[in-house]
């Protein structure tokens, strides 16, 4: 068969690999001019099954109320009367928060995530592919009491699912990470998930575009998809810049560009982007900058170590499809960053980052077939688009090639939201 993949970020680059596997013809479509250079080219960098809760959840109302007027906030929305999709993926968000949602979203989420480490590992021991990957864990620190004694509530929950969330002193989390001892009197404690991973996402997609070609798969970079062509209830092309192009198959792997392009064929996708920041600084070999992957609870901020640079990424702004960075959001994080790190590097040379996460209600992609016969969805990933990758990649060529998937997709499909619609 032969299958259009329209996108070429991790996502897109990971779904082309597996179909390529999978024995079926495969191209891959995308605006940029090379793989991964939109929201796969600067993320947090973390594979972070273990962390992986829904942004819906019964404290994060209250938490964005507190966070309102402050420009430095994890959170961000900017509310403007003229933005109905925003107004509309709210209203859903908050559906979701309540526990027994949450607890349903949790499950959904984890089945991908978990999945999509064990694939991601297995492409390692496959391929050998290199990028700038740490196999330490990542290591979530908190400074409020209160907060800390929440997690270590929701460690003991977690482990239900079967992932390991080691509670941790502050004196154990600099014994892990030294790099932490310079805030340490601040540090309430820590829990250590050791199975996490951490990689440069963008490193990753590039080398593994390689890979895709030797396989035979073809990349049309520079092309801007214009939309979709219609024939008797299927998809017969896709109109791009350059012209036609056809296939048997068609994923969607947008991103948050996703919702345009379905509503053109009926589909309405609760997707939003959610514009996440980050700050890239060289290591000198004589920094304290930290090798374990850490996540600072109270500013909502991760940092990995890619090699000889250190990744700083966090906030979510939610303003519509702008990509523009706020500097006082930009400005916040790396002071953020030299708090918590002051020795890490040479934060004056900081190259900074802003780009936009595909976002749903309830914080879980949406994959699999659509009421189109030859339309199927990889998209919607959010913050775990980098860790959820290879695993939504590999049940949807299982699903595209008519194979038993190793996952249930209960749940995970467009059909679990109302207002669906096919024209």
């Not at 709210?90 to 526990?99: G, H």
């Not at 959010?382 to 249930?408: E, F, N, Q, R, Y």
Request: charged fraction near 20%; charge should be neutral; glycine fraction near 10%.
């Amino acid at each position: 068969m032969k299958v259009l993949v329209l996108g070429a970020g991790v996502v897109g680059v990971t779904t082309a690999w597996y179909l390529a596997k999978a024995g079926h013809e495969v191209a891959v479509a995308d605006r940029q001019p090379g793989a991964g250079l939109e929201t796969s080219f600067a993320n947090g960098g973390q594979i972070s099954p273990c962390h992986a809760e829904p942004w819906a959840n019964p404290s994060t109302p209250v938490k964005a109320l507190q966070w309102m007027g402050r420009e430095d906030a994890p959170l961000v929305f900017r509310w403007r009367r003229w933005d109905p999709p925003l107004w509309a993926w709210s209203t859903r968000f908050l559906l979701n928060c309540p526990a027994g949602r949450a607890r349903i979203n949790t499950d959904r989420t984890l089945r991908v995530a978990i999945y999509s480490r064990g694939c991601l590992q297995a492409l390692r021991r496959e391929t050998g592919i290199e990028y700038d990957q740490k196999t330490l864990g990542i290591l979530h620190v908190y400074r409020n009491p209160k907060e800390f004694a929440h997690a270590v509530g929701a460690a003991e929950l977690m482990a239900r699912f079967g992932l390991r969330r080691q509670v941790k002193t502050a004196d154990e989390a600099v014994a892990i990470e030294p790099a932490l001892a310079a805030v340490h009197s601040q540090l309430a404690g820590a829990i250590f998930t050791p199975d996490d991973e951490s990689g440069d996402a963008h490193k990753f997609t590039r080398s593994l575009a390689v890979l895709c070609a030797k396989r035979g798969v073809t990349f049309h970079y520079d092309t801007r998809i214009l939309g979709f062509e219609w024939d008797a209830g299927r998809i017969s092309a896709i109109a791009s810049d350059h012209g036609r192009l056809r296939a048997d198959a068609y994923v969607l792997a947008l991103g948050s560009w996703s919702p345009q392009l379905a509503r053109q064929v009926g589909l309405e996708l609760p997707i939003y982007p959610a514009k996440g920041y980050s700050a890239t600084l060289p290591v000198p070999p004589d920094a304290e900058a930290p090798q374990v992957s850490i996540t600072d609870d109270e500013h909502k901020m991760v940092y990995s170590r890619l090699g000889d640079r250190l990744r700083c990424a966090g906030t979510a702004e939610l303003a519509g499809w702008n990509q523009a960075m706020t500097p006082a959001r930009a400005e916040a994080l790396v002071a953020h960053a030299q708090a918590l790190f002051p020795r890490a590097g040479d934060y004056a040379k900081a190259e900074l980052w802003a780009g936009l996460r595909p976002v749903t209600p309830d914080s879980v992609p949406i994959l699999g077939a659509t009421r189109i016969g030859n339309l199927f969805l990889n998209t919607g990933h959010g913050t775990l688009g980098w860790t959820m990758s290879c695993g939504s990649a590999k049940v949807l060529a299982d699903v595209i090639s008519g194979h038993p998937t190793d996952i249930d997709m209960q749940g995970l499909g467009l059909e679990r939201f109302a207002g669906l619609r096919i024209a």
